[in-house]
């Protein structure tokens, strides 16, 4: 008897509506120029769902002209402003591209630090007068990171943003992005601080994967194949990646809340790396047919996550 060909694994959807079917009623409302009705998805939701929903606005052609015209109607309107210089940025960082620095020319240079001068500086007035709004602050810790502000201004934006967030993974990993030595850090502070504020956030929450993106930067930074699979073996890092895990998203109380397609993934990628695949696989069933960008963006995408996924069901069992 012929045995029956596995069905193909689905399609991976990387559309984060995909697993907030909110962010498809934002960019609804963005289209149709209803800022009423962004307010009040926004006003409904804590500071992690309104990140999820900021960060799709820059989806709306024309994304930039109507949060002005709301600002030249309404001057006081923070949230407005909050997401015009979270737009800047996010054109200012796409002419700069993710490339390695030596790869991106002065020209290049000169207009994200001019785009991010900008959103600086309507962040500035953000702040003064709402203190509160912990959006602004996740985006001041960019600007500070793109225009090398330097490490100690970094630490007091992220202290001042933790004073009403004590807990947001968004804005520590953009602080642990900061504390790397591609941005003047230290491997010390990279890891003290992930290490910190895992132990720090609930049992169940998301911050575990703080440890794992630590790991995974240290990881990356290596020049060889070689280096790589030798620190992926490494007992200590195994060990860490296993306690990162079982706080997170091994966790009974863990939840599917915004971040949570990239923390999973993160983890499953580290599982793989380690040829730990049963638990790999674990993930990616978890997961179903949703992905993330990060980390997959580090390693070619959509291929390599591929691999990893038909790997995990291969050699770690079922689906």
């Known amino acids: 008897m012929i045995a029956a060909m596995p069905e193909p694994l689905p399609a991976i959807n990387f559309d984060p509506a995909a697993a907030f079917p909110e962010v498809n009623d934002m960019r609804a409302a963005l289209d149709a120029r209803d800022w009423a009705r962004v307010r009040r998805l926004l006003d409904a939701r804590d500071w992690a769902g309104r990140s999820l929903l900021i960060g799709v606005a820059d989806d709306v052609e024309g994304i930039g002209d109507f949060l002005r015209q709301v600002l030249a109607q ?9 997401m015009l210089a979270a737009h800047l940025i996010q054109v200012g960082w796409a002419i700069r591209s ?6 991106v020319s002065r020209e290049q240079f000169a207009q994200l630090h001019d785009y991010l001068r900008q959103a600086e ?14 959006i602004a602050w996740q985006e001041r810790l960019t600007t500070a990171m793109g225009l090398q502000l330097g490490q100690a201004e970094a630490r007091r934006r992220y202290d001042r943003l933790a004073r009403y967030a004590p807990h947001d993974r968004r804005s520590q990993s953009a602080l642990l992005q900061q504390l790397c030595p591609k941005w003047g850090g230290t491997w010390d502070d990279v890891f003290t601080f992930a290490r910190e504020r895992m132990l720090a ?16 930067e240290r990881w990356y930074a290596f020049d060889t194949d070689g280096e790589r699979a030798a620190y992926a073996r490494d007992p200590r890092v195994v060990q860490d990646i296993w306690a990162a895990a079982k706080r997170s998203v091994l966790h009974p109380h863990f939840r599917h809340e915004p971040g949570w397609v990239s923390t999973r993934s993160v983890f499953a990628l580290w599982f793989g790396l380690m040829d730990q695949w049963a638990a790999a696989a674990a993930q990616f069933a978890a997961l179903g047919h949703l992905g993330s960008e990060y980390p997959w963006s580090y390693l070619s995408g959509r291929q390599t ?5 038909s790997e995990a069901y291969a050699k770690g069992g079922a689906r």
Not at 201 to 216: M, R, S, T, W, Y
């Open 305 to 309: 996550l591929d691999h990893f996924r």
């Open 201 to 216: 956030a609930p049992e169940g929450a998301q911050n575990g994967v703080l440890l794992a993106d630590a790991h995974f």
């Open 74 to 82: 309404q001057p006081g309107e923070t949230v407005a402003a909050t």
């Open 121 to 134: 500086q309507i962040l500035i007035d953000v702040c003064a007068r709402d203190p509160g709004n912990v």
């Open 98 to 103: 993710d490339k390695q620095a030596k790869y």
